[in-house]
């Protein structure tokens, strides 16, 4: 009987198999206020879909969407300023 072996180096790893890098963990990290607020608004908007919202519902969706504004201008503000601190 032969037996059945690999006549080629195995395959190399997928980039897709991989563990996530530092900088990737720490973008993460960076993004998650806005990440964490966009949720919150999928959250305030899912509960809507099966019927219509009423004027609670509306107040925490518009807080809601400002705490996603909010969050992506500090986010925006952090990236200016560490940019300006690079240049001087």
Known sequence: MNSI????????????????????????????????????????????????????DERRIRRARRRVLAARRELANRAVSLREGDAA
Not at 27 to 45: H, K, S, Y
């Open 5 to 56: 072996a690999a006549l080629q180096a195995p395959v190399t790893v997928d980039g897709f198999d991989r563990e996530p890098t530092v900088a990737d963990l720490d973008a993460i990290e960076t993004e998650m206020p806005v990440i964490l607020a966009r949720v919150e608004l999928l959250d305030a908007q899912i509960v809507t879909l099966d019927r219509t919202p009423t004027e609670l």
